[in-house]
């Protein structure tokens, strides 16, 4: 493009966006924040911390409990330079200054392994290497700024992981992952260091993902997200784990943020309790905009549409009894709809139902942290959680009348203690160790429409509770500076059919040289069946009532992981790492002429009779390129080739569901400074594209289907069909202006922006008698705005 086009389209978007020439203005704002030793979390008073480019020198020493202030700052993308004796210096770049906020950072450095005279070792921080110690492959670290930047991640982590390397979206009108060919069930989600329940609204049972992100952006700060061969801590999951972690509030001023968009509008305010005291508090609440919409009496779509939710963290630290924190999250949704009584206006069989669905979740919890030495800390976090989901469905006859066909009610409340010791030994030795009790407080009821069509028939009624104990132990040792090796052990034990798994995990990194390294990783990692399933009812022989499931096993899965890493000069790395997956323990159908594996389960409770006989293969290769943010552009060029099989109870091996062989995205941004006061005004272009292989689908069979009145599968042929290759393109245009006070952000966020028609599945259709195609989410246009003051 010619200096004289670029000119032309910055008009263009400057006359767009209403922006006026004015007086200059320098903006500034101050950085805070504590730097700690990366292992023991200790604190490290006197560290030097230098704003790197300023002019003239901004810098200051951190004081005897490890905090630091730089004030003055310009607005703008800033870089620190860290460093202490004894310990790895290090550059944290691309910080994000805005007029809006303080900047409060948490910074960890490693101590040098090399010993004897001082030398200098230079580190920065790295998108690619995950926040956990003992993480060495397939992990990476996440910030919320790529939440907020990338084009359709609207403030969802979920959504975001689509750019990584080898992570699909198993239906883009919802959040739903499927991980290295895994089912979206096998991913867990995790806060401050425990199991949470899934923090999506209109999420269903037996999944990890649902239609919008309970948690809002504002609580967030950079956590990691792993795909595999997971350190010994992570447990009760096969393919993925989102550790989130969450920010504190400002302990020295109050500040607010108001946003509003499509998806909804939301307040969140943070600050601290009284003055000379550093426990601070941070509160979002967000209510739907369609439903504020829909009070107005303005009709959209076909079912009324709802949804609320708040989160909150509360810091409260000791002089002497260590750090307390009450966090937590909670979520209200539902969909109501009902059927118009007017049989010429229905297109298909879906318009003759009424029906509704709620899905609500909550979880709150207490942590401690309390440090015994500078080498040793314990984090003991007490959570409570909830959920409660369900919903009917009724079909309406040839004289409207309701025919109920079908009734869920899932309620289940957890109380889970998880407790970590973590010592630093020396240098080069380092330990982590824990337990994880949960216990399960469970309401299951689901009666479907039955066979026959003659009545309601119950398959799950149960109320109970279940224990499942976890621990872990895990070293850490750096032998020399170019070598870490990790060796784990760890236990999962489910109380209600006294199942167990014991978990082998090592990894180790080598560094070939300050550019390169390779890596290795290994473990073996289990997980319970969703609870639902091993309460299924039936009638045996004699009338009497069995739960088939009852028994079934922990699944197993062995991953292998070779990782090699290049960075290619300051700002580029890449990574290319091959990994193989070999699932056991699968339950299948106890019927040979059954394809049904919960390998392929994307959501619910499977109430059909199952057994530990099934398998499963996953390999694969995946590269990754990225270039961070740097002169104000970024890209992410990942792609994956990939098989994903499954052995039925016949024995014959199928693809999965989600075999789509491979899948490919890039993403990138550009950021443009304008106005008066250079970087005041930030015009941001951000854009994402996906083509990947297609789901796979299993053939109808017509015949069956219309003797039914239903969709019957040809189950020989089970996801034979490759559906058509999926294409989406994202686009997101931002304009940012900073003020004295305040940092104004509007955006709009086109996701499919060429309405590609990607295909989800085909089914019959009985009242046409015809098979029809399901598509995945055409084009949606988000607006959005946002004030920090």
Do not use: C
């Not at 200051?60 to 700052?73: E, H, R, S």
């Not at 919008?212 to 009760?236: C, H």
């Not at 439903?291 to 810091?315: C, H, W």
């Not at 976090?381 to 369900?390: V, Y």
Request: glycine share 8%; net charge neutral; proline share 3%.
């Amino acid at each position: 493009m010619s200096h004289r086009l670029k000119s032309i389209t910055l008009s263009i978007l400057l006359i767009l966006f209403g922006i006026n020439s004015g007086i200059a203005q320098t903006l500034t704002q101050t950085i805070r924040g504590k730097v700690v030793d990366q292992i023991s979390q200790s604190t490290l008073p006197g560290a030097s911390v230098i704003l790197l480019n300023s002019s003239p020198l901004n810098g200051t020493a951190t004081d005897i409990n490890g905090n630091f202030k730089l004030i003055n700052v310009p607005v703008g993308m800033q870089t620190l330079k860290i460093s202490f004796m004894g310990y790895k210096e290090l550059t944290v770049p691309n910080i994000n200054v805005t007029s809006g906020k303080e900047v409060i950072l948490s910074v960890a450095l490693e101590e040098n392994i090399v010993m004897g005279k001082e030398i200098v070792i230079t580190a920065e921080v790295e998108k690619d290497k995950p926040l956990n110690e003992f993480t060495m492959v397939s992990g990476r670290t996440f910030s919320v700024e790529e939440t907020q930047k990338y084009a359709a991640a609207v403030n969802d982590p979920a959504r975001m992981s689509t750019a990584f390397a080898g992570v699909i979206s198993t239906d883009d009108g919802n959040n739903n992952i499927a991980i290295r060919g895994n089912s979206p069930n096998g991913m867990q989600w995790r806060m401050e260091g425990v199991e949470i329940p899934n923090p999506n609204h209109f999420s269903m049972e037996g999944t990890s993902g649902g239609g919008i992100s309970i948690l809002s952006s504002q609580l967030l700060t950079n956590s990691d997200f792993l795909t595999g061969a997971f350190a010994a801590e992570y447990g009760n999951a096969l393919s993925g784990v989102f550790d989130m972690k969450l920010r504190k509030g400002n302990d020295r001023k109050t500040e607010y943020t108001l946003q509003a968009g499509l998806l909804g509008t939301d307040l969140a305010v943070e600050g601290p309790f009284k003055k000379d005291y550093n426990g601070s508090y941070l509160v979002n609440y967000r209510y739907s905009t369609l439903s504020m919409i829909g009070a107005l009496g303005v009709e959209i779509g076909d079912a009324v549409t709802t949804f609320q939710d708040l989160s909150f963290n509360v810091y409260l630290p000791t002089k002497k009894a260590g750090n307390f924190s009450v966090w937590g999250f909670g979520g209200l949704s539902n969909q109501d709809s009902d059927a118009k009584k007017d049989s010429t206006k229905w297109e298909s069989s879906y318009d003759q139902y009424n029906w509704n669905y709620k899905s609500n979740t909550g979880a709150v919890g207490l942590s401690h942290f309390f440090m015994f030495d500078e080498k040793s800390y314990l984090k003991t976090t007490l959570l409570a959680s909830g959920t409660s989901r369900g919903g009917t469905q009724a079909k309406l006859d040839d004289t409207y009348s309701e025919i109920p066909e079908a009734t869920e009610e899932f309620d289940q409340n957890k109380l889970a203690l998880n407790s970590v010791y973590t010592r630093k030994i020396n240098s080069k030795n380092s330990m982590k160790a824990g337990i994880i009790a949960t216990m399960n407080f469970y309401n299951l009821e689901k009666a479907y429409m039955n066979e026959s069509n003659t009545g309601i028939e119950t398959q799950i009624l149960q109320k109970g509770e279940a224990l499942t104990f976890q621990s872990f132990a895990q070293w850490n040792y750096h032998p020399i500076e170019k070598l870490t090796m990790i060796a784990g052990l760890h236990y999962l034990m489910f109380s209600e059919n006294k199942t167990y798994s014991i978990e082998p995990r090592a990894s180790m990194k080598y560094e070939l040289n300050n550019k390169q390294s390779i890596s290795f990783g290994f473990g073996i990692h289990g997980q319970i069946q969703p609870l639902g399933v091993y309460f299924a009812q039936a009638a045996d022989a004699n009338g009497n009532l069995v739960f088939p499931n009852h028994e079934l096993k922990i699944t197993k899965s062995q991953h292998f992981v070779l990782g090699y890493d290049r960075s290619i000069g300051k700002h580029t790395h890449m990574k290319l790492e091959a990994y193989h997956q070999s699932i056991g323990n699968v339950p299948v159908s106890v019927d040979p002429t059954n394809t049904f594996s919960m390998l392929n389960n994307e959501y619910g409770f499977m109430t059909d009779p199952l057994i530990n006989n099934g398998k499963g293969i996953n390999k694969g290769v995946e590269f990754t390129l990225e270039q961070y943010l740097h002169n104000d552009f970024y890209f992410l060029l990942s792609t994956s080739i990939y098989d994903s099989k499954y052995q039925a109870s016949s024995g014959k091996w199928f693809d999965t569901r989600f075999n789509g062989q491979f899948a490919g995205s890039f993403t990138g941004g550009k950021e443009f400074k304008t106005g008066p006061g250079f970087g005041n005004r930030i015009i941001g272009i951000n854009l994402k594209t996906i083509y990947s292989g297609g789901l796979r689908s299993t053939p109808i069979d017509y015949e069956a289907s219309v003797a039914a009145g239903e969709t019957k599968y040809i189950e020989s042929e089970a996801y034979s069909i490759k559906e058509k290759n999926y294409f989406r393109a994202d686009v997101k245009l931002s304009f940012k202006r900073n003020r004295a006070k305040s940092t104004v952000t509007w955006s709009l966020d086109v996701q499919n922006v060429t309405n590609n028609k990607n295909v989800y599945g085909e089914y019959f259709d009985p009242l046409t008698a015809t098979t029809k195609v399901s598509y995945q989410a055409p084009l949606i246009p988000i607006l959005a705005y946002r004030i920090d003051f």
